[in-house]
């Protein structure tokens, strides 16, 4: 009996863990995390889940879409898509006042969120098979948070996959990107168009999968 129940116990245990798989967006604000969430939810589940904006800081709590299901070829695979705040070493409230326009009150409690947001999503990457690091293609590659973010999925057993974004801009350069991420697969999409999204799908299938 008592070995029946460990057995049966063991068997939910292996099989739970073998289906479930989860994945984060991560990368600093404005990189277009939300927008690559909202793409992937569109093409797989016709609908969309979070704000996007210019101004930075606009995902501040980690949002998870349940069960989305990826296919690529004849392969499956089926993720739990986590939108999470952009990582950055400084939230900037003269900034959110000055450039976007935000009284003190609004940009403090803004930028606090902010913050908590962060150590949120980061204590998550322990739980994840997969991290999409998502850079803007039109900004330097090497800024710190980019550093901070491989250094805490090189830490842990996390697979990453590097996202070069905003490629439909004229200064884009995701060859910088794949120069400085040698080491990992590097893809170059817009979010904002859908170009390369399937790339990307067949990239994160073989890779989370
Ligand atoms: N041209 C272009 N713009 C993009 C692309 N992806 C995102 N954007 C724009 O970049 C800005 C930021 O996008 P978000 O998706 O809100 O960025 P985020 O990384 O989620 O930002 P936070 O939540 O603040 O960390 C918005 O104005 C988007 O429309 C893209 O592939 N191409
Ligand atoms: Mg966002």
Known sequence: MVVLRFLRDLTRRVFRRKGQHA???YGAPNAGKTQLANMMC?????DVEGSVSEVPHETRR??????VTLRSGDSTVVLDVM???GISSNVSIVELEAIYGMSEV???KRAEEAMNGMIEALQAVDKLTGVLLVIDSTEDPLQQVNRVLLANVRARNVKLVVVAN??????????????VFNRFPVVGVSALTG???????????REFG
């Open 23 to 25: 994945i984060g967006i």
């Open 42 to 46: 569109e093409d797989w589940e016709g």
């Open 62 to 67: 980690t949002e998870t879409r349940q069960k």
């Open 83 to 85: 939108d999470t705040p």
């Open 106 to 108: 609004e940009a403090r």
């Open 166 to 179: 905003k490629i439909d801009r004229p200064d884009a350069r995701p060859e910088r990107v794949r120069q």
């Open 195 to 205: 170009e390369n999204m399937d790339e990307l799908y067949r990239v994160i299938v």
